[in-house]
């Protein structure tokens, strides 16, 4: 069975850091591309990151420079660092993995909060 649990969201203040975690299982992690989004109230799910089976990366636009998404395929975890946060970062942020067939999974979601 497939699962993802994304943990490490909370509330910071703005220029500050959070590190995210999504643990998986049940699925061949090292193989598969990994992907954040994020979804703010009023807004369309975004994507923020993203990060392939060999460690390419692609980041959208507006976390470019601040983000960083790194793998440990021997733990089965992906990692989103987020540094120099906005309060526009707020969202819930997660995890998601498409195998093949093109069936998606999606874990629960943490909540970031950026506030002064």
């Known amino acids: 069975q497939v699962r993802l649990v994304e943990s490490g969201g909370g509330l910071v203040q703005p220029g500050g850091s959070l590190r995210l975690s999504c643990a998986a299982s049940g699925f061949a992690f090292s193989i598969y591309a990994m992907t954040w989004y994020r979804h703010a109230p009023g807004k369309d799910r975004e994507l923020v990151a993203l990060i392939d089976g060999g460690g390419n990366t692609y980041y959208a636009d507006s976390v470019k420079g601040r983000f960083t998404i790194s793998r440990d395929n021997a733990e089965n975890t992906v990692y989103q660092q987020m540094n120099s946060l906005k309060p526009e970062d707020t969202a819930v942020y997660y995890c998601?993995?498409?195998?093949?067939?093109?069936?998606?999974?999606w874990g629960q979601g943490t909540q970031v909060t950026v506030s002064s």
């Open positions: 998601k993995v498409q195998l093949r067939g093109g069936v998606p999974y």
